[in-house]
């Protein structure tokens, strides 16, 4: 077949506008986004992350992409997960969860990986100090711990009769190792009982409820993980069905329906998570970053859910309730 130069003039014209085009997308820089959690998280969670890093200049698709890996609840695919990221030497690896950064960090020394953690990160061996952290790692924590002390004063002032609490802990959750110690003579000190629970299944959550109402357990503690946020549903259904007063450790809960909830604004610390990605994603090293500790909590009641299970709640808490649902 034979081309005019007209033609190939054009062609090649068209061809030439189309590299520069190329040549970005190629260079884009990539974050590795590695979490134990479900994509049914993605909006949630990964809304406030983008947010974060627009702030930081960062728009996904647009000057920046995003690798998503999700170990569906299954701890097992992690190292898996991450060993994929770091073969693909992305730019920065966005560790969501201590378990996953736990995996990831062994695997580089070089690529840096910002973190989002419950559970205390020194405790965990993550870094060695919040305020240098060190190495190629730094983050967000969350600091679990002290959230379920402040969980167990709340559920006490609103029963105050009660003398057996349970908390509830993901078994592939990255326990703190001094939050079930501390938790403990937490509630020595105010002369009440707490038992350690632990589920991993649908099933075993069936279990666990059936042991508290078997135990004439009080109230229930639950954590903010992705295994119970991933079944909200299903215990919220078995709170009810049990009459069994839980306070959980998201907004989202008690907006769902349950008794109370306790926790860090979730929007906020994704939010810094996202911000801290895009500085790392800037240039600076995580090494002179502080591990970032969350400063936002919030204090949510259901006022129908206590109707229900027949509990007044004390004007102390109406009035030092975040938000009241009615």
């Known amino acids: 077949m034979t081309v005019s130069r007209r033609d190939f003039i054009t062609l090649l014209g068209g061809a030439a506008a189309a590299w520069p085009v190329a040549t970005r997308a190629q260079q884009l820089p990539v974050i590795g986004f590695l979490s134990p959690g479900t994509p049914a998280e993605r909006a949630s969670r990964l809304v406030p992350f983008n947010k974060g890093l627009s702030e930081m200049g960062y728009v996904e698709g647009r000057n920046v992409t995003i690798e998503y890996r999700w170990a569906q609840n299954d701890v097992s695919k992690l190292p898996e997960l991450a060993t994929d990221l770091v073969r693909r030497r992305v730019a920065v690896i966005a560790s969501n969860g201590g378990n996953a950064t736990l995996v990831v960090k062994p695997l580089t020394s070089t690529i840096p990986i910002v973190f989002q953690s419950a559970a205390d990160p020194v405790e965990l061996g993550i870094v ?30 609103l029963l105050p009769r009660a003398t057996r609490f349970a908390v509830l802990l993901s078994r592939s959750g990255a326990t703190s190792g001094t939050l079930i110690p501390d938790l403990r003579a937490a509630a020595h000190s105010i002369g009440v009982e707490i038992e350690v629970l632990y589920a991993g299944t649908n099933a075993e959550i069936d279990t666990a409820f059936a042991d508290l109402v078997q135990k004439r357990t009080d109230a229930l503690l639950l954590q903010n993980e992705f295994l119970f946020r991933d079944r909200r549903s299903q215990i919220l259904t078995l709170a009810a069905h049990h009459s069994v007063p839980v306070i959980y450790g998201g907004r989202a809960d008690a907006e769902a329906g349950g008794l109370m909830s306790y926790g860090p604004n979730s929007s906020d610390s994704q939010r810094q998570f996202g911000i801290y990605t895009g500085r790392v994603l800037k240039g600076e090293k995580p090494a002179d970053l502080p591990v970032m500790q969350s400063t936002r909590f919030e204090f949510l ?7 229900t299970l027949g509990i007044a709640v004390t004007p102390t808490l109406l009035a030092i309730a975040d938000e009241v649902i009615e």
């Open 301 to 307: 009641i259901n006022l129908q859910t206590a109707k």
């Open 128 to 157: 060695p100090s919040l305020n240098r952290p060190g190495g190629n790692v730094t983050g967000i924590a969350t600091l679990n711990g002290e959230v379920e002390r402040k969980q167990l004063g709340l559920m006490h002032e």
